[in-house]
């Protein structure tokens, strides 16, 4: 038995290709690790705000100092790192927008990434201290990525690739649903990305 955490960053609701993606990812994981616990959340539904002052004063202030205005600050930050850390496995249904992910999933990880609390700096270099955990990406996409001309272009799976590994999540499986707007392949791109998903 798993933790699940689901996190959605797709405005589009039963209509996005993500979100199905990401479900049947999590079928099969409630399939392997029967009576595994599904957290699904909507990044949109939760209103992150961009980081602000407020934030910024609050994440660099030692926790024994902070005032309750600090504290009302990071409340938000505060939840969605127990939220992922208690998480087993966490699956990241990813949209592409303008080349890179939505900014409900940007706000996500800026509330996330704090110095001392999921990373630390040490005489070796950077420390990810989420801990171990699977992560997969549910990547939808209205163009090809995964390889040709516009391979350059993808500033999605690189990215979380390389923020998540630098937070400690390492173990990075991807998932892509692609060319959702390419005639020939729109109409076969999610039952083939949902055809690929193999969790050994
Ligand atoms: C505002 C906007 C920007 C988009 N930008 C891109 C893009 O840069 N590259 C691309 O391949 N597809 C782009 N798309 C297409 C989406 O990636 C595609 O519709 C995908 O299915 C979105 O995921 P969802 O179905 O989970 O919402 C864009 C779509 C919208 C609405």
């Known amino acids: 038995m798993k933790t699940i955490l689901h996190l959605i960053s797709s405005p589009r609701q039963e209509a996005s290709?993500?979100?199905k993606l990401g479900r049947?990812?999590?079928?099969?994981?409630?399939?392997?690790f029967p009576g595994s616990r599904v957290n699904?959340?909507?990044l949109l539904d939760e209103n992150i705000p961009h980081l602000g002052a407020p934030h910024l004063q609050s994440f660099f202030t030692p926790e024994t100092e902070l005032n309750s205005?600090?504290?009302?600050?990071?409340a938000y930050s505060d939840r969605a790192i127990s939220q992922l850390k208690n998480a087993d496995i966490v699956?990241?249904?990813?949209?592409?927008?303008n080349f890179t992910i939505h900014s409900s999933l940007k706000a996500w990880i800026d509330h996330i990434a704090r110095a001392g609390k999921t990373f630390r700096y040490t005489d070796h270099?950077?420390?990810?201290?989420?801990?171990?955990?699977?992560v997969y990406l549910a990547v939808a996409?209205?163009?090809?990525?995964s390889g040709g001309p516009?391979?350059?272009?993808?500033f999605v799976v690189p990215y979380l690739k390389n923020i998540l590994g630098f937070l400690g999540m390492t173990d990075v499986t991807v998932y892509r649903a692609e060319g959702l707007n390419i005639p020939v392949l729109q109409d076969h791109a999610l039952d083939e990305a949902i055809a690929n998903i193999n969790l050994e």
Do not use: C, F, T, W
């Open 91 to 97: 699956v990241l249904g990813a949209p592409m927008y």
């Open 17 to 19: 290709v993500s979100i």
């Open 69 to 74: 205005q600090d504290r009302e600050a990071i």
């Open 24 to 32: 049947a990812i999590v079928e099969r994981l409630q399939q392997q």
């Open 150 to 154: 516009y391979e350059p272009y993808d």
């Open 141 to 145: 996409s209205g163009g090809v990525y």
């Open 125 to 134: 270099g950077p420390e990810g201290l989420v801990g171990d955990k699977k």
């Open 40 to 42: 699904e959340v909507n």
